[in-house]
């Protein structure tokens, strides 16, 4: 029988014992059910085999008890929550087997197409994606591009002083003196074109953030905008 609360396998075990069947003899997982209809139904239950001093016997492998099934007179309605138990047979068994096993190989196939989805659609978002990150490079050299043109122009307005980076050998500092404090910028080797006009040296960092860099960018701007306005106020009035 099922596992039950105490009070339901009480009420089991009275229940067998009113239709004349031991609850000691009989298995835990046992075969318990009714058959027949009307008046000439029958409990038929699976019990363990005993000899005649009431010991129970072993089987023929000599590791588990013997067992028997008994069908008795039902003379006593089993509890209303109560559901007869079938052990499935060998043949079901193996059936369930085969399906299992079939059910199995479906998984193992329906794994091995969602697998092969994954893998297409991993490549096809790291194809995108390599992609995204060429075409976002392509755009910051761009960027660095022009700025380096920016920057060239100011070096051949302002003196300027182009220095390796001891931190990186990839890129060049090109340093510019000004009214408003030292500016220096980054410049990437394949930039160096547009720096023939600067010439090498010796340069030190004043230790200047780029936040005070372009602080003093704009306070230079501010400077020499104030003075073109006064000279044209000047020409204007003349």
């Not at 000899?51 to 099934?69: M, S």
């Not at 008795?72 to 109560?82: C, I, R, T």
């Not at 990150?133 to 122009?153: D, F, N, S, T, W």
Request: hydrophobic share 35%; charged share 30%.
């Amino acid at each position: 029988m099922a596992a039950l609360t105490d009070d339901r396998r009480q009420e089991v075990c009275d229940w067998l014992t009113a239709n004349g069947i031991n609850p000691n003899d009989v298995p835990v997982d046992a075969d318990v059910e009714i058959q027949g209809d009307g008046d000439q139904r029958t409990l038929r239950c699976e019990v363990y085999v005993t000899n005649e001093f009431g010991d129970k016997v072993r089987d023929e492998t000599g590791n588990d008890i013997a067992r028997n099934h008994i069908g008795v007179p039902l003379a006593v309605e089993p509890p209303e929550w109560w559901e007869p138990r079938i052990k499935p047979t060998r043949e079901q068994l193996i059936e369930q087997l085969a399906e299992a096993r079939e059910y199995i190989k479906r998984v193992d196939r329906e794994a091995e197409r969602t697998m092969e989805k994954w893998d297409s659609d991993l490549l096809a978002a790291t194809r995108s994606a390599r992609a995204r990150v060429e075409e976002a490079g392509a755009q910051l050299i761009a960027v660095y591009r022009e700025r380096a043109h920016l920057v060239a122009h100011l070096a051949a307005i302002l003196p300027s002083t182009m220095a390796d980076d001891p931190s990186d050998p990839d890129w060049r500092i090109v340093y510019l003196d000004t009214p408003s404090g030292q500016w220096s910028w980054h410049i990437a080797q394949r930039d160096l074109d547009l720096f023939a006009h600067v010439p090498d040296g010796e340069a030190t960092w004043d230790g200047h953030t780029t936040d005070e860099k372009y602080q003093r960018v704009r306070d230079l701007t501010q400077t020499v905008a104030e003075q073109q306005g006064a000279q044209a106020v000047r020409v204007v009035t003349r």
